[in-house]
C-alpha cells in the first residue's frame, strides 16, 4: 500500500485517506532498491497509518471485499456499449493517458477532486465495473474501489506491441538464453495439490471449518505461534506425498537442460522443482518450501523428511534436540533436589514462598518444528530480491509466469522491477489484468507447455502428455495477443471393425458414444467437402434407411431453426429414407466444439454475438459406453454404505483399469462394503474379498465370490506366489478412518490372558488389539 495524499476539497469523504494505492511504484529510477527496502518503507507507512486513524482496520477489510468482488470490464465491452454510464473506450484512452502523464495524485485532484466525472464512472475507464452490491450507494463508495483500479493501471507494465502471436512465442522460446520462470499453485494442480484461490477448489475455499476470520490467516506467523496446531491440520493437504512431478515442472527442467533456465523463482513450497531434476542454484524458493525444518525455540534443523509423517498424520511435530536437552536437566535436577512424589500434592508456584511472586510455574516443553515456510508477517528470503535485482535484472532476456494469480507482493511485483523491454509470456488459465504481458496463453499450464514444446520441436517427455494429444487454440476476440489453449473433447481413433470399436466403447465409463467418422472441419465449407471425399461411396447403402440428424453443441448453443438449418446442409446426401426421431436404423451426428467460454469472449455477456464452432465433425453413431452402469451401482441405491465406500463410478474405472474380465481372480486387502469387489465383479471377475450376500444377490454377483478371510497387512497369509490377476483397492490414509495394524502399543501390558485353561486369544469371539500405523510403512508393506 502506498498512501497518497488526499487532495483539498470540501468533501469529507476524500479527507480520509480512501484513495489509496495497493502496490509500490516501481519507476525505473526506483528499481535499483531493494524489495525488502521497498516493503519495509510501505509497512512503515502503513503503521503511521494505522496510528492515526481508529477506522483502518475496517478499511483493511472493505479493500479485500472490494478486491473480491472486482468484475473485469474489458475494452471491446466499452467499445459495444455493454454497460450503460460507463465510459466510452475513447475516453478510457483518455484517461488512462492522463494518469500516467501527471500521476496518481494530480490526476484524482483533476478528476475526483473537481467533480469533472464520478468515482463509478471512473472505475470504468480502468476496466472494472461497477459490483452489484453497491448500487444505489452515494459516489463516495466507490473510491476504494477506484484506488484500487487507479494503483492497478498506474503501475501495470507496458505491452511491447511486436509480440502478440503463437509463433512469437515459440520463436522467444527458441532463441532466448537467460529465462526467468515465475511459478505459482497453478503448476501442481494436476498432481492433486491445490492451489490457494481458486472459487470453490482452492485451499483457503475449503478452511471455513478453522474458524479464522480470514483464511490466509493459517500461514499468519503470529496464528501460528499463538496455535501451531491450526496450521498442521491442513499441512498434509498441500504436501506432496510421492516423488512425482508435473509436465509443467518438466518443462523447467527442460529449460535448464538446454542450458536457457536462468532462475525459477517458485512461490510454491512443496519444493515438486527438485522431483523434476531442477538444481537448487537454479530455484529461489520465495515463499520457503518444506525442504527443511526449523525449531522455533532452539533454531535446530532438520531434513524435511523427517517430519513428514507427523505432518501426514496431522500432529504437531516437536523438535527432538529440545527433548533431549529436556531430558537431561530433569536428570541434572533430580541430583540436586528431592523428586516429588508421582501422586502427591503438586505446587503450581515456584518453591519460594517467601516470594511474593506471582509468575506461574514453567513446564519445559520441546520446541515446534515449524517448516521453513515464509508466513504472512516474516520477511521473504535475503536471497530473493539480492539475485532478482543485482543478478537476474540485467541478464534475464524473457519472463515467463506460469500458474499464478500475482496478488501477493513483492513477489507479483517481479514482472513490473525487471526491464520493461524484455519480453513477457503469461501461462494460466485466465489473465491478470493489473500486469501488462505481451503474450497470454490461457488454458491448463500442462497443455500450454507441452503445445509451445511441440511447436518448438523440443521433446517434452511426460506420462501426463498423450502422445497424440490434439491441442485447439482459439484467438480471443478482442485481444491481439490472447490465445486459449483447449484439448478437444472429441478423439479420433483407428479400428478395425465396427465390432471392435462397439466393444471398446462397452468397456468404457469415461467416454459416451462411438461414431463411424464420416467428415470433420474447422469450418461447414471444409466439412461438407471432407463428407464427400471420404464417403460419397457410402450414401447408396442407406438411401431408404430410416434416419435420424441430431446436433450436439459442445461449449455452445444452437436454437432450433439454426439446428434445422445445418441439418439441411446436408441434403445432397440425398437419403429418401423416412426420418424416425425415435430408434431409427441410423442416427448421424453433427458435433461441434465451440472455443472455450473463459469470461473473456463477448458471447459471455451478449448472447447475440455468437461465435463460430472451432471444430466440426460428422459421425454414423454406432454405440453407447457403459456410463448407464454408474446408475445401477449408485451408492444411494446401496442398502450398506459407509463413510468410506467408493464412489460407483471410481470403482468402475479402477477395475478397468485393472482390466477385469471373466476367468480372473480380484483381491481387495482393505476391503469394507465392497465398492471395488462389486465393481469387478460386474466386468465378470471373482473376488477373494468380501461381498454382502444381499447387494451380490440384488446385482446378481453372488456367483462371483469366492471366499473371505481376516488377517492383517503385516501378518498376511496369502502366499507370494503370484496367483492373483488383479488387486484394487483405497488404501487406509488416516483421515476419514485411522490406519492400523494388530498389535499392542508399546507399554501396554503383554502377559497372556489364560481363560478356563484357554488363551484368550483362542477362544471364538476373541478381538485381537490393534495399534496405529503410518500411511508410507503401509504402502512399503503392501
Known amino acids: 500500500m502506498d498512501p497518497v495524499s488526499t487532495p483539498s476539497a470540501e468533501s469529507s469523504a476524500l479527507k480520509t485517506p480512501v484513495i489509496e494505492v495497493e502496490a509500490v511504484d516501481m519507476a525505473p529510477a526506483e528499481a535499483e532498491a531493494t524489495l525488502t527496502t521497498e516493503t519495509a518503507v510501505t509497512m512503515e507507512e502503513i503503521s503511521q497509518s494505522e496510528s492515526e486513524t481508529e477506522s483502518d482496520g475496517e478499511e483493511w477489510e472493505n479493500e479485500s471485499l472490494y478486491e473480491d468482488a472486482i468484475q473485469v470490464l474489458r475494452d471491446d465491452q466499452l467499445r459495444d456499449g455493454v ?10 484512452v483518455a484517461f488512462r493517458k492522463r494518469l500516467h502523464e501527471i500521476g496518481k495524485a494530480a490526476f484524482v485532484e483533476e478528476t475526483i477532486g473537481r467533480d469533472t466525472v464520478t468515482a463509478k464512472k471512473l472505475c470504468t475507464a480502468f476496466g472494472i465495473a461497477p459490483p452489484e452490491f453497491l448500487k444505489g450507494a452515494p459516489d463516495e463508495a466507490y473510491h476504494p474501489l477506484l484506488a484500487i483500479a487507479i494503483s492497478r493501471e498506474f503501475t501495470r507494465r507496458q505491452k511491447l506491441p511486436e509480440y502478440n502471436s503463437i509463433d512469437d512465442a515459440v520463436k522467444l522460446l527458441q532463441e532466448s538464453k537467460n529465462i526467468i520462470v515465475l511459478t505459482g499453485a497453478g503448476i501442481s494442480t494436476s498432481l492433486g495439490i491445490p492451489d490457494f484461490r481458486s472459487k470453490d477448489t482452492g485451499l483457503y475455499s475449503q478452511l471455513e471449518h478453522l474458524g479464522l476470520s480470514d483464511p490466509q490467516e493459517v500461514f499468519d506467523i503470529h496464528i501460528f505461534r499463538e496455535d501451531p496446531g491450526i496450521f498442521f491440520s491442513i499441512a498434509k493437504d498441500i504436501l506432496s506425498t510421492e516423488k512425482k512431478f508435473s509436465p509443467t515442472h518438466g518443462f523447467i527442467r527442460l529449460l535448464q537442460d538446454k542450458g536457457k533456465l536462468l532462475t525459477n523463482y517458485t512461490q510454491n513450497i512443496d519444493n515438486i522443482e527438485a522431483n523434476a531434476g531442477v538444481l537448487a542454484e537454479n530455484i529461489v524458493q520465495c515463499h520457503g518450501s518444506f525442504a527443511t525444518a526449523t525449531c522455533v525455540k532452539c533454531d535446530y534443523k532438520v531434513q524435511g523428511d523427517e517430519i513428514f509423517d507427523e505432518i501426514r498424520r496431522g500432529v504437531v511435530p516437536e523438535c527432538a534436540q529440545c527433548r533431549e536437552k529436556i531430558a537431561e536437566d530433569a536428570l541434572k535436577a533430580q541430583g540436586l533436589k528431592r523428586k516429588r512424589s508421582s501422586n502427591g500434592p503438586h505446587k503450581s508456584r515456584k518453591d519460594d514462598e517467601n516470594s511474593s511472586d506471582e509468575e506461574d510455574y514453567e513446564i519445559p516443553t520441546p520446541g515446534v518444528m515449524k517448516p521453513d515456510i515464509t508466513f504472512f508477517g516474516e520477511d521473504l528470503p535475503d536471497e530473493f530480491g539480492r539475485r532478482l535485482l543485482h543478478h537476474d535484472r540485467d541478464k534475464v532476456d524473457l519472463v515467463i509466469v506460469i500458474g499464478t494469480s500475482l496478488k501477493v507482493a513483492p513477489v507479483a511485483e517481479v514482472p513490473g522491477v525487471l526491464p520493461s523491454h524484455v519480453p513477457q509470456i503469461y501461462i494460466s488459465r485466465t489473465p491478470v489484468l493489473h500486469t501488462g504481458f505481451d503474450i497470454d496463453l490461457l488454458g491448463d499450464c500442462d497443455v500450454v507447455v507441452s503445445e509451445l514444446c511441440r511447436r518448438a520441436g523440443w521433446d517434452l517427455k511426460h506420462e501426463m502428455i498423450p502422445p497424440d494429444e490434439k491441442v485447439e487454440i482459439t484467438p480471443v476476440e478482442g485481444y491481439e495477443s490472447r490465445h486459449v489453449f483447449q484439448v478437444s473433447p472429441y478423439c479420433v481413433v483407428k479400428l478395425p471393425s465396427e465390432e471392435a470399436a462397439r466393444t471398446l466403447i462397452s468397456r468404457s465409463i469415461i467416454a459416451k458414444d462411438i461414431f463411424e467418422l464420416w467428415g470433420e472441419g474447422a469450418t461447414y465449407e471444409d466439412l461438407h467437402a471432407d463428407v464427400r471425399r471420404r464417403t460419397q461411396h457410402l450414401w447408396g447403402k442407406y438411401l431408404d434407411t430410416p434416419f435420424r440428424f441430431t446436433v450436439e453443441c459442445f461449449g455452445g448453443k444452437r436454437s432450433s431453426t439454426e439446428k434445422r438449418e445445418l441439418i439441411q446442409s446436408f441434403s445432397y446426401v440425398g437419403f429418401r429414407g423416412p426420418i424416425k426421431l425415435k430408434n431409427p436404423d441410423q442416427d448421424f451426428w453433427v458435433l461441434e466444439q465451440f ?25 454414423r453413431w454406432l454405440a453407447e459406453s457403459g456410463r448407464e452402469v454408474i446408475n445401477k451401482y449408485d451408492l444411494k441405491k446401496r442398502r450398506y454404505i459407509s463413510t468410506t465406500s467408493m464412489d460407483a463410478e471410481l470403482s468402475l474405472i479402477t477395475a478397468n483399469m485393472a482390466l477385469a474380465a471373466p476367468g480372473k481372480l480380484f483381491y481387495d486387502p482393505f476391503v469394507g462394503t465392497g465398492s471395488f469387489c462389486v465393481a469387478a465383479a460386474h466386468f465378470g471377475a471373482s473376488s477373494l474379498a468380501l461381498i454382502l450376500m444381499d447387494e451380490a444377490s440384488a446385482y446378481g454377483i453372488l456367483d462371483k465370490f469366492v471366499d473371505t478371510f481376516t488377517s492383517d497387512l503385516t501378518n498376511t497369509p496369502l502366499l507370494d506366489k503370484q496367483f492373483l490377476d488383479g488387486i484394487v483397492c483405497d488404501p487406509p490414509y488416516g483421515v476419514r478412518e485411522g490406519l492400523r495394524v494388530l498389535g499392542s502399543r508399546e507399554g501396554r501390558r503383554n502377559e497372556e490372558v489364560i481363560i478356563d ?26
Request: with cysteine.
Open 595 to 619: 472455443p472455450y467460454d473463459n469470461g473473456l469472449t463477448p458471447r459471455s455477456t451478449n448472447p447475440a454475438l455468437e461465435q463460430d464452432p472451432v471444430k466440426i465433425y460428422l459421425g
Open 83 to 92: 454497460f450503460p454510464g460507463a465510459c466510452t473506450l475513447d475516453e478510457a
Open 757 to 782: 485353561g484357554i488363551p484368550a486369544h483362542y477362544r471364538p469371539g476373541y478381538i485381537a488389539p490393534k495399534k496405529p500405523y503410518a500411511l508410507k510403512p503401509c504402502c512399503t508393506t503392501f
